[in-house]
């Protein structure tokens, strides 16, 4: 569960980037993360350091195709594959990009205070990117994201029958126990009719800085 954090971490980095006036200060300040983390580790490292960097994270893992929630679709010999892994972390990068970098249009080092709103859905955005290119999910991973579904529907400018049919669907797949192939591509289409809609938040006119939003006011 505690990996899930990761995913938040493209759009804190975009986030950093664009409140500090110089890069040196976005470093700063993923430096001091880096620390905490090191601190915590530290009677882990001093006395067992390789099993602790290979279990706290594996990055290696393969998870058993039994309990996946999204990619029951496929046999489990598709499912276990490294060519998959890549595929989807290749989706992962591209999407990210194509969001970030081109819809986003981010404007770097500002040096000032950002909307709490735009801080917010760029978080927000950031983790549904990972959950949508996750190499596996399973039940219990819906607490990463559930919260932040109808936010993101609300947010799009598409018919309510869509954003039902949405709701429905993640909620519908998460509740068939086990899964199956036609529960897992319910997920799958869900997911991806969300990431489909997903606008900027110059679009949704959701303000970049603060001080706009308190000029507008």
Same mark, same amino acid.
């Given at each position: 569960?505690?990996?899930? &954090?990761?995913?938040?971490?493209?759009? *804190?980095?975009?986030?950093?980037?664009?409140?500090?006036?110089?890069?040196?200060?976005?470093?700063?300040?993923?430096?001091?993360?880096?620390?905490?983390?090191?601190l915590?580790?530290?009677?882990?490292?001093?006395?067992?350091?390789?099993?602790?960097? /290979?279990?706290?994270?594996?990055?290696?893992? $393969?998870?058993?195709?039994? +309990?996946? &929630?999204? *990619?029951?679709?496929?046999?489990?010999?598709?499912?276990?594959?490294?060519?998959?892994?890549?595929?989807?972390?290749?989706?992962?990068?591209?999407?990210?990009?194509?969001?970030? $970098?081109?819809? +986003?249009?981010?404007?770097?080092?500002?040096?000032?205070k950002?909307?709490?709103?735009?801080?917010?859905?760029?978080? =927000? $955005?950031?983790?549904?990117?990972?959950? $949508?290119?996750? /190499?596996?999910?399973?039940?219990?991973?819906?607490? +990463?994201?559930?919260?932040? =579904?109808?936010?993101? %529907? +609300?947010?799009?400018? /598409?018919?309510?029958?869509?954003?039902?049919?949405? %709701?429905?669907? &993640?909620?519908?797949?998460f509740?068939v126990?086990?899964?199956?192939?036609?529960?897992? %591509?319910?997920?799958?289409?869900?997911?991806? =009719? %969300?990431?489909?809609?997903?606008?900027?938040?110059?679009?949704?006119?959701?303000? =970049? *800085?603060?001080?706009?939003?308190e000029?507008?006011?």
């Amino acid at each position: 569960i505690k990996m899930n &954090v990761l995913l938040f971490a493209p759009g *804190l980095l975009l986030l950093l980037l664009q409140a500090q006036t110089k890069p040196i200060y976005t470093i700063f300040c993923l430096a001091i993360c880096a620390i905490v983390q090191l601190l915590l580790g530290t009677p882990f490292l001093l006395t067992h350091p390789i099993p602790y960097l /290979r279990k706290a994270f594996e990055l290696d893992r $393969v998870f058993f195709y039994k +309990w996946t &929630v999204n *990619l029951k679709f496929l046999d489990e010999q598709a499912f276990v594959s490294k060519p998959l892994s890549l595929i989807l972390l290749l989706c992962h990068i591209t999407t990210l990009i194509y969001l970030f $970098v081109y819809k +986003w249009r981010p404007k770097l080092f500002l040096g000032k205070k950002l909307h709490p709103a735009y801080i917010a859905y760029t978080m =927000v $955005v950031s983790n549904f990117i990972g959950i $949508v290119f996750a /190499r596996t999910l399973h039940y219990q991973f819906y607490s +990463w994201y559930f919260h932040a =579904v109808p936010l993101m %529907l +609300w947010l799009t400018n /598409r018919a309510w029958y869509i954003k039902a049919f949405v %709701l429905i669907a &993640v909620e519908y797949a998460f509740n068939v126990f086990p899964a199956t192939a036609p529960s897992s %591509l319910i997920l799958q289409a869900a997911h991806l =009719v %969300l990431l489909w809609n997903i606008q900027s938040p110059h679009d949704l006119g959701i303000p =970049v *800085l603060y001080e706009q939003y308190e000029k507008e006011s």
